[in-house]
C-alpha cells in the first residue's frame, strides 16, 4: 500500500513546547515538502527537500525546523519560536521536484493548549 | 506578485447538476496548473494537471479547461454526486523554479 502518512492525526502543544511532525512515504519520492494550511488561506510552503541531507526554506520557514537523513522520512518541528502554531500542517512528496505532481498525506492538526 | 483567485468562494448544487468553477491567475512566468480535490480535514488529491500546451484535460467527470492568454482557468464537474462536496484548489508553478502559488479554493457542496 504505498503513499505518504502522517502522524499524529490530531496533536496539541503546550506554551513553550517544541513538538515534532512525523512525515514518511514509501513512493521512492525525491521531494518532499511540508505546507501550513489556515482556514481562508491557500497552502503556504514551510520547508521543502529535494535530496536526503538537503532542504531548503518556503515561505514561512521561521519557528519551523526539519531535516532529511532518510528518503522516506521529513519530520517537522514546530519550535517554541512559532508564535501562532494553530493550524492543518500538510506533508507532500513528487518523484524529482514541484514540476511534477505532488502528492498529499492526510494532515496534522495541532492545536494550542 | 504573483496571485491565483479562485471564485466563487462557495456554491451549492444539487446532485445530478454540473458546475463550473474558476481560475484566474497572475503568475509568471507560467509553468503548469493543476487542480485539486481536498474532502474536509484530509489532504488534497490531484485531479489534472496541465501545461502551457494544453486546453483541455479530464478526469472522469471532471474536465479542466487552460487559456494561457487570458490567463484564465475552469474546472468544470458533469452529473455531480454527494461526494463532489469539497474544496477544490487551483495551484500554479511558476516556470524555471519550484514556486507553486496556491488559490483559497472554492468550497462545493453538493445536495439531496
Known amino acids: 500500500d504505498g503513499g505518504i502518512t502522517q502522524s499524529p492525526k490530531y496533536l496539541f502543544r503546550k506554551e513553550g513546547q517544541n513538538v515534532t511532525l512525523s512525515c514518511e512515504q514509501n513512493l521512492n519520492h525525491d521531494a518532499m515538502y511540508w505546507y501550513r494550511q489556515d482556514p481562508g488561506q491557500g497552502l503556504r510552503l514551510i520547508y521543502y527537500?529535494?535530496?536526503?541531507?538537503?532542504?531548503q526554506k518556503g515561505d514561512i520557514a521561521e519557528g519551523y525546523s526539519v531535516s532529511r537523513e532518510k528518503k522516506e522520512s521529513f519530520p517537522l518541528t514546530v519550535t517554541s519560536a512559532q508564535k501562532n502554531p494553530t493550524a492543518f500542517y500538510l506533508c507532500?512528496?513528487?518523484?524529482?521536484?514541484?514540476?511534477?505532481?505532488?502528492?498529499f498525506g492526510p494532515g496534522t492538526r495541532l492545536l494550542v493548549l | 506578485k504573483n496571485q491565483v483567485e479562485q471564485s466563487p468562494q462557495s456554491l451549492i448544487i444539487l446532485e445530478g447538476k454540473n458546475c463550473t468553477l474558476q481560475?484566474?491567475?497572475?503568475?509568471?512566468?507560467?509553468?503548469?496548473l493543476r487542480w485539486y480535490k481536498q474532502d474536509t480535514g484530509r489532504g488534497p488529491v490531484s485531479l489534472t494537471i496541465m501545461t502551457f500546451s494544453e486546453n483541455t484535460k479530464s478526469n472522469g467527470r471532471y474536465t479542466a479547461t487552460l487559456d494561457a492568454d487570458t490567463k484564465q482557468s475552469s474546472l468544470h464537474i458533469t452529473a455531480s454526486q454527494l461526494s463532489d462536496s469539497a474544496s477544490y484548489i487551483c495551484v500554479v508553478l511558476t516556470g524555471g523554479g519550484n514556486k507553486l502559488t496556491f488559490g483559497t479554493g472554492t468550497q462545493l457542496k453538493v445536495e439531496l
Open positions: 527537500s529535494q535530496i536526503v541531507n538537503d532542504f
Open positions: 507532500a512528496s513528487s518523484r524529482r521536484d514541484a514540476q511534477e505532481t505532488q502528492y
Open positions: 481560475c484566474n491567475y497572475t503568475v509568471s512566468p507560467f509553468s503548469n
